[in-house]
């Protein structure tokens, strides 16, 4: 069977929060039905459209933003590039007037409330995070499609034949890190250099390197916007932001106008654990109070866990003096590759997994990065991978209210720095010693997810999601 094909562009994916399957799958499933109506000619001729929440989706909708993300979708707006500060009041537009504009091409009327259906009750058997679209035409005929958010924005139809990218030839198709391992003993090459040469399949090396740049100009504009972000964040916890607190306290109440000083201001810092550890943390929680707020983030995996890879990549920048291109691509190419194979051989969704999958995941995805930029073997690299997973196995997906927030942002601290101290016990380990492969903790995480009871699977229905009273909008 040929190796499921994914990039470096697949792991790492610009868009908006809070939620990579709750809002970004869907804005992009919204896309896709876009392009389906265009592909049949049949746009012009629609006169109502109706959206249907299922499982996941519906439970956590709206603390996801999943229905902000499917009209956005459905008006022809994409993430990548929409502006972010029009988020809510473009969707408040489309609700005040009961219009919408199918595509950017054609006004229609539509009712939020009786057109965007939650089905708290309905589950489809594919997948938890189902969103079926229908579009009845003037000839009394309808077009139905139903797609499939199955994480880090990747969509999916039931008996869908299409791939993610284009079938290639790639030099080294890995599903697993034996394989992985394998053909870098073969070959000599450092895993990030494995991952650029595949990346050659799909297009040339100038290309890949600006894409990779373009994520990482993402990563550090969301870390800098974060860090010098005050005030409280959306959707009614009234959770209030602590990055740039954290922040102003760390460099003594000093100010930067730009990212370059404020990582030399934060170098100058010096190298006490304490520091560090807030340096972190705040890295961290900037990178996810952003993506609360409905900013433009980078999936690292998933948007829930967004802030793990870079709070590790912008430490490895700031203390280890390696703000340089190619360092920063050989990060992003080596935790690409670390997230890859856990999508293919478990989940990268919470609403599958828990937020092992999510907040593991990313964990895993930074302790190897950092592993190999530290000057570790390949077999360090996995090895600090499978600890970094290995003390997130079991860990539930309980969203407090539904919004990527409590304890989803303290937790991509948490994921942070058990990333670094996974790396630094990697380093000083034999790996040939080592009694648990990176492929045995991916499979038992896998084993994990299905024996996990559905409550603790992104649904808000169980764990701390229930213990916190609080009365949250119902829209």
């Known amino acids: 069977m040929a190796s499921e094909q994914i990039s470096v562009f697949d792991m790492f994916k610009i868009g908006i929060g809070p939620s990579s399957s709750h809002t970004l799958g869907p804005w992009r499933a919204a896309e896709r039905f876009i392009q389906k109506l265009r592909s049949i000619s049949v746009l012009?001729?629609?006169?109502?459209?109706?959206?249907?929440?299922?499982?996941?989706?519906?439970?956590?909708?709206?603390?996801?933003?999943?229905?902000?993300?499917?009209?956005?979708?459905?008006?022809?707006d994409d993430p990548v590039t929409f502006d972010v500060n029009q988020v809510i009041p473009k969707v408040e537009q489309i609700k005040s007037s009961n219009i919408l504009h199918l595509g950017g091409e054609k006004y229609i009327p539509f009712s939020y409330a009786d057109q965007l259906l939650?089905?708290?009750?309905?589950?489809?058997?594919?997948?938890?995070?189902?969103?079926?679209?229908q579009a009845f035409l003037e000839n009394g005929k309808a077009v139905s499609e139903t797609y499939y958010s199955i994480g880090g924005g990747f969509v999916v139809q039931e008996n869908d034949t299409e791939t993610v990218l284009k079938e290639v030839d790639l030099p080294f198709p890995i599903d697993t890190a034996q394989q992985l391992m394998s053909a870098c003993m073969r070959t000599g090459l450092k895993i990030s250099e494995l991952v650029l040469e595949n990346e050659l399949a799909w297009r040339p090396e100038?290309?890949?390197?600006?894409?990779?740049?373009d994520i990482f100009r993402v990563i550090k504009e969301?870390?800098?916007?974060?860090?010098?972000?005050?005030?409280?964040?959306?959707?009614?916890?009234?959770?209030?932001?602590?990055?740039a607190r954290l922040n102003k306290r760390m460099l003594k109440g000093r100010t930067y106008s730009d990212y370059d000083s404020w990582v030399e201001a934060l170098r100058a810092g010096g190298k006490d654990f304490g520091y560090i550890l807030d340096c972190?943390?705040?890295?961290?929680?900037?990178?996810?109070?952003?993506?609360?707020?409905?900013?433009?983030?980078?999936?690292?995996?998933?948007?829930?866990?967004?802030?793990?890879?870079?709070?590790?990549?912008?430490?490895?920048?700031?203390?280890?003096?390696?703000?340089?291109?190619?360092?920063?691509?050989?990060f992003i190419a080596t935790a690409s590759e670390i997230g890859s194979i856990f999508k293919k051989g478990a989940t990268i969704s919470a609403?599958?997994?828990?937020?092992?999958?999510?907040?593991?995941?990313?964990?895993?995805?930074?302790?190897?990065?950092?592993?190999?930029?530290?000057?570790?073997?390949?077999?360090?690299?996995?090895?600090?991978?499978?600890?970094a997973m290995e003390h997130h196995l079991g860990l539930t997906c309980d969203p407090i209210g539904g919004l990527v927030q409590v304890p989803?942002?303290?937790?991509?601290?948490?994921?942070?720095?058990?990333a670094i101290t996974a790396a630094q016990l990697?380093?000083?380990?034999?790996?040939?010693?080592?009694?648990?492969?990176?492929?045995?903790?991916?499979?038992?995480?896998?084993?994990?997810?299905?024996?996990?009871?559905?409550?603790?699977?992104?649904?808000?229905?169980?764990g701390l999601a229930v213990k916190v009273p609080l009365s949250l909008p119902e829209c």
């Open 118 to 133: 939650f089905l708290y009750d309905q589950s489809l058997p594919f997948h938890p995070n189902a969103v079926s679209f």
């Open 280 to 330: 972190v943390s705040c890295f961290a929680l900037a990178v996810n109070e952003e993506n609360a707020s409905f900013g433009r983030v980078v999936t690292a995996p998933t948007n829930g866990a967004s802030g793990v890879i870079p709070a590790v990549l912008q430490y490895y920048i700031t203390f280890h003096d390696a703000y340089t291109e190619e360092k920063i691509i050989q």
């Open 44 to 76: 012009q001729a629609v006169e109502q459209i109706t959206i249907l929440l299922y499982g996941s989706l519906a439970k956590t909708g709206i603390g996801h933003g999943t229905d902000i993300a499917v009209l956005l979708g459905l008006s022809g």
């Open 351 to 387: 609403a599958m997994g828990g937020c092992q999958a999510e907040i593991g995941v990313s964990s895993a995805m930074a302790a190897g990065a950092l592993t190999e930029c530290l000057g570790g073997s390949q077999r360090q690299v996995l090895m600090a991978a499978e600890i």
């Open 222 to 243: 969301c870390i800098y916007k974060g860090c010098h972000t005050e005030g409280v964040l959306p959707g009614g916890l009234n959770v209030e932001r602590r990055a």
């Open 408 to 418: 989803c942002i303290e937790r991509n601290t948490m994921g942070a720095i058990k």
């Open 426 to 462: 990697a380093l000083q380990s034999n790996p040939d010693k080592a009694k648990v492969s990176l492929d045995a903790v991916v499979s038992t995480m896998w084993e994990t997810a299905q024996d996990m009871n559905v409550k603790y699977k992104e649904t808000a229905d169980g």
């Open 206 to 213: 100038e290309e890949t390197r600006k894409g990779i740049l």
